[in-house]
Each structure stands twice: as structure tokens, then as C-alpha cells.
């Protein structure tokens, strides 16, 4: 992992002096409030080292009241552990996929829905203006909360070690690993593959000893997780975007002072505009990167997959599911899909 660690060196400059604000602020007094941060991803992805520098400001900017804690690569549990633990306060932060959340969240898969946004233009339209905003009330009905605006996931691509997926025909019965979301898995269930659920921390062994043929992440995920030790090509689909949002627990967060509360969405909300920022560069220059690992790379013609998904139910079972109010948010970015 030496050459990502060397990349994001050049690509975040300067982040290893942050961590020196925990040793100036308050001078080693025990901090008022301990929590703790899980995400799922590498410690070499973004989420990690902008939410790490996110934590750095909140320190100081508490003078150490507030403490946090960082826990990656799914050191307290699987994705869904830690849904079931920050749902409890177990776990105060959490850092969770869009498309993960929807288990808990219907509403939270919205912007997973197939082929809705062409570039991240839209997508920044939609996530920050009024799908963004009616996602996140969804969210606050429940014990959890959004703490920020949504992280950057990045747009899905699809990998195989077994065949050459170029048009929706090249799907047909392909064994392929999901995340345990109902979006996903409809997704490919309707386009006719063999879509099958599997947790993040199970991914690279079921690769690893073919209990799937292939997988679909973004490009950030499929090199800090070494997946191209597993696969041999790249499908650029672009078939989901997928965000992130770090969730936080209600009762927990209620704890904190209001002038505190401010801070940490203060903080979380620079690092997620520095983690956007990363993540579009990373998939541009990770293609290269990628190629260097020996995945070969093909550009597929999205329009195809697009149509073939339209000419099932898919779009028009999923408007049925989230109701009118969600699925104009969508469509007021996205264009008429049903």
C-alpha cells in the first residue's frame, strides 16, 4: 500500500501536521466528551483522513472538551453492527453508505437509484439542495441524526475476474457481490445477473475464493482495499452514485453543548467538501493507477444499461416504494424516469 500512502501524501499535503492540536489544546486535561468515530473504509481513503483532520479542528476548536475518537476498516463491527450500535449510542459517530443505510432508511437510497445522475454536477445539485434536504428529515425521524452534508462515495464501476461486462447482455447470470441494500440488489436482479448481498468486511475473500465473479465499487474503494488482487477488469458503468453520511446518535449528540454541536458540523461539513474534492480527483487518477495493477479498463455506452433497466419495473416499483414527495426531489434533478 506504500504507492497510496505516497499519492495521498502529494494529494492531501500538509495533513500530517494536524494531529499536533491534540497535544497543544488543554494541556492534557481529560476531555469532557469521549466518542467515538467508525467508519467501514481503509485508512487510506479520504473518509478517514479528512474525518481524521475534521476531529483534530474539533479538538481545538472545544479547547479538548470535545474528544473523538477514530475507528477505520470496520475495527467495531460490519456496516450493519455499526448501524445496530450507533443506533443504540454504543457507537456516537458513524460513517455509513447511503446504499447501506436504506436498510434502516428506505429513504436514504434515493440518490442510489440507478442511472439517475449523469455527472456530479447533478449530483451536488440534488444532495445539497431538496433531495439532499428531504433524505436527511427521513433520517432525523428515526434515533439518528446527519451530522454534515453527504461525503463523496463516488460513482459505481463494475469489476470482474471472469467476464468482460460491456453491455447489459454480459450480465445475464454474472455472479456478483452487493452490498446488503435493496437498491443494488434490485438493480442487478432486474437486469437479469446473479446480485448477491455480502458485508464490505467479507468482499475480498468472497473474491478471493469465487464466491463471486466480480463486485461494484468506486475506484477510491477498489485500490485502498486491494481489489485488483482479485479482479482482472473494470466496467466504467457509473450505474450508482453512492454517498456517505456520518450519522450521529441522537441522545449522544443532545449531550453536547449547542456552541459544541455547531462546531462538529461546522468541522464535518469543511472536511466533506475536502473529501469531495479528493474522491473526484482519485477516480481520475486512479484509473491510471489501476491500470498499473493489471485491471483492464473498458468504456461502456451507460445509454444501454439505462434503457435495459427502464424496460423492466425497476424505475416504476421504486417510485411506488418511495412514495411521490421523494421521488420528485429525484426526478427534479434526474429527469422523468418513470
Known amino acids: 500500500m506504500r504507492e497510496f500512502r505516497l499519492s495521498r501524501r502529494t494529494l492531501l499535503a500538509g495533513a500530517a501536521a494536524v494531529p ?20 467501514g473504509q481503509d485508512p487510506t481513503h479520504p473518509v478517514n483522513i479528512r474525518a481524521q483532520e475534521a476531529i483534530d479542528r474539533i479538538r481545538e476548536a472545544t479547547s479538548g472538551r470535545l474528544d473523538i475518537k477514530l475507528f477505520p476498516a470496520n475495527q467495531l ?23 447501506i443505510l436504506s436498510t434502516f432508511v428506505p429513504a436514504a437510497s434515493l440518490p442510489n437509484t440507478g442511472f439517475a445522475f ?7 445539485q440534488a444532495m445539497d439542495g431538496g433531495l439532499g434536504e428531504y433524505v436527511r428529515a427521513e433520517i432525523a425521524k428515526t434515533p439518528i441524526t446527519t451530522m454534515s452534508k453527504v461525503w463523496d462515495n463516488g460513482f459505481r464501476q463494475i469489476t470482474s475476474s471472469t467476464r468482460e461486462i ?26 437479469d445477473a446473479g446480485a448477491a448481498p455480502i458485508n464490505f468486511n467479507e468482499l475480498y475473500s468472497s473474491l478471493q475464493t469465487k464466491v463471486v465473479e466480480g ?5 477510491p474503494i477498489i485500490a485502498t482495499t486491494r481489489l485488483y488482487e482479485v479482479q482482472k477488469t473494470c466496467s466504467m458503468t457509473g450505474h450508482v452514485w453512492d454517498g456517505y453520511w456520518i450519522l450521529g446518535n441522537k441522545k449522544a449528540v443532545a449531550r453536547l453543548p449547542e456552541d459544541v454541536r455547531a462546531i462538529v458540523t461546522r468541522e464535518f461539513d469543511k472536511s466533506a467538501v475536502d473529501q469531495r474534492a479528493d ?44 412514495g411521490d414527495a421523494g421521488w420528485s426531489q429525484l426526478e427534479a434533478v434526474a429527469g422523468k424516469l418513470v
Open 166 to 191: 460491456k453491455t447489459p447482455e454480459d450480465l445475464k447470470g454474472f455472479k456478483i457481490r452487493v452490498p446488503p441494500a435493496p437498491m443494488l440488489t434490485s438493480l442487478f436482479k432486474a437486469l
Open 20 to 39: 499536533v492540536f491534540g497535544i497543544l489544546t488543554r494541556r492534557g486535561d481529560a476531555a469532557e466528551f469521549n466518542f467515538k468515530l467508525a467508519t
Open 215 to 219: 463486485e461494484e465499487n468506486p475506484l
Open 77 to 99: 463491527g460490519s456496516d450493519t453492527d455499526l448501524l445496530a450500535q450507533v443506533r443504540n449510542g454504543s457507537v456516537e459517530f458513524f460513517n455509513l453508505a447511503t446504499s
Open 279 to 322: 474522491v473526484a480527483k482519485l477516480s481520475v487518477s486512479l484509473r491510471q493507477t489501476l491500470t498499473e495493477k493489471g485491471i483492464t479498463f473498458f468504456d461502456v455506452d451507460r445509454t444501454l444499461f439505462r434503457d435495459a433497466l427502464a424496460k423492466t419495473s425497476f424505475y416504476k416499483d421504486w417510485k411506488a416504494k418511495f
Open 118 to 124: 449523469k455527472d456530479y454536477d447533478a449530483v451536488w
